[in-house]
């Protein structure tokens, strides 16, 4: 278990970029996959990356493929998540999380075992 503190987030207008950090009190280098999610109010919290940190590989969902890009600085311990050409339906709260068990998968919010507290996202038309 450890704190994820993310940071990053703000208002910004269409087309706009912003990079959000995600702080981790240990070793990111520990754990199984990183992950960015985020929630609107009324939805289900969503999956738009994640990091495998022993690999490399990285996925992403498709309505945010091209445009965003997940990194992980394991000598910072701190996550990123680079937002480009941001759209008004990127807008919600984006949360930084993580799962250490072998097998598991942070594309699905169940097996996510450590959560940040989200940092807000709004992008203006």
């Known amino acids: 278990v450890q704190q994820l503190v993310e940071s990053g987030g703000g208002l910004v207008q269409t087309g706009g970029s912003l990079r959000l950090s995600c702080a981790a009190s240990?070793?990111?280098?520990?754990?199984?996959?990183m992950a960015w999610f985020r929630q609107v109010p009324g939805k289900k919290r969503e999956n738009v990356a994640y990091?495998?940190?022993?690999?490399?590989?990285?996925y992403y969902a498709d309505s945010v493929k091209g445009r965003f890009t997940i990194s992980l600085d394991n000598a910072k311990n701190t996550l990123y998540l680079q937002m480009n050409a941001l759209k008004p339906e990127d807008t919600g709260m984006y949360y930084c999380?993580?799962?250490?068990?072998?097998?598991?998968?942070?594309?699905?919010?169940?097996?996510?075992?450590?959560w940040g507290q989200g940092t807000q996202v709004t992008v203006s038309s």
């Open positions: 990091i495998y940190p022993s690999t490399g590989a990285t």
């Open positions: 999380a993580a799962t250490y068990r072998t097998g598991f998968t942070c594309a699905v919010e169940l097996q996510i075992e450590d």
């Open positions: 240990g070793d990111t280098g520990r754990s199984y996959c």
